[in-house]
T-cell receptor
Framework: AQSVSQHNHHVILSEAASLELGCNYSYGGTVNLFWYVQYPGQHLQLLLKYFSGDPLVKGIKGFEAEFIKSKFSFNLRKPSVQWSDTAEYFCGAAGNKLTFGGGTRVLVKP | KAGVTQTPRYLIKTRGQQVTLSCSPISGHRSVSWYQQTPGQGLQFLFEYFSETQRNKGNFPGRFSGRQFSNSRSEMNVSTLELGDSALYLC????????????FGAGTRLSVL
């Protein structure tokens, strides 16, 4: 069965710190990978996606993610976070349906 | 282009009642999916409709049902509500032509008392 796991439930950082959120997926076929973000009081928005090609993908707001096929991972990174990056982040994998990880709440302290 | 619209935004119901939630996808999108979001379980897939047919289904009891109309608008129904059904219900639409990206609405927050 398709599954996605996110390593951290909560992350607290200070502004300008680097962020890395882990995501591993389990799926037997071709899979599309996503990171979505949910800012407080707002709807889910797509940060970035990987379908094929260059395993390092860049998204909005300075985020990037690296697909490592051998590790079934799709980790999200941002070199220097801002207070406005406080949000919940969801990793998703889509085969015939989109499955999400449990989410990681990120709090950036000013 | 308008985004995914969900109505109502908030609902309060009591145990045993039923509820119907509505979702209007982005114009031109024919796939509509529903998700349940709770603090404990995260985002869980309910079902997907495409061209009025259910294409995929998650692991929810039969009390959760849905349908899609010819204009791609979708409704989700929950019968015999339980306290544990309190959640944010999200709808997402997806275009055709190979773009496998879900666009989400703001959700309907259901509270069951």
């Amino acid at each position: 069965a398709q599954s996605v796991s996110q390593h951290n439930h909560h992350v607290i950082l200070s502004e300008a710190a680097s962020l890395e959120l882990g995501c591993n997926y389990s799926y037997g076929g071709t899979v599309n990978l996503f990171w979505y973000v949910q800012y407080p009081g707002q709807h889910l928005q797509l940060l970035l996606k990987y379908f094929s090609g260059d395993p390092l993908v860049k998204g909005i707001k300075g985020f990037e993610a690296e697909f490592i096929k051998s590790k079934f991972s799709f980790n999200l990174r941002k070199p220097s976070v801002q207070w406005s990056d406080t949000a919940e982040y969801f990793c998703g994998a889509a085969g015939n349906k989109l499955t999400f990880g449990g989410g990681t709440r990120v709090l950036v302290k000013p | 282009k308008a985004g995914v619209t969900q109505t109502p935004r908030y609902l309060i119901k009591t145990r045993g009642q039923q509820v119907t939630l509505s979702c209007s996808p982005i114009s031109g999108h024919r796939s509509v999916s529903w998700y349940q979001q709770t603090p404990g379980q995260g985002l869980q897939f309910l079902f997907e409709y495409f061209s009025e047919t259910q294409r995929n289904k998650g692991n929810f009891p039969g009390r959760f049902s849905g349908r899609q109309f010819s204009n791609s608008r979708s409704e989700m129904n929950v019968s015999t509500l339980e306290l544990g059904d309190s959640a944010l219900y999200l709808c997402a639409s997806k275009g055709t032509g190979g773009e496998n990206i879900q666009y989400f609405g703001a959700g309907t927050r259901l509270s069951v008392l």
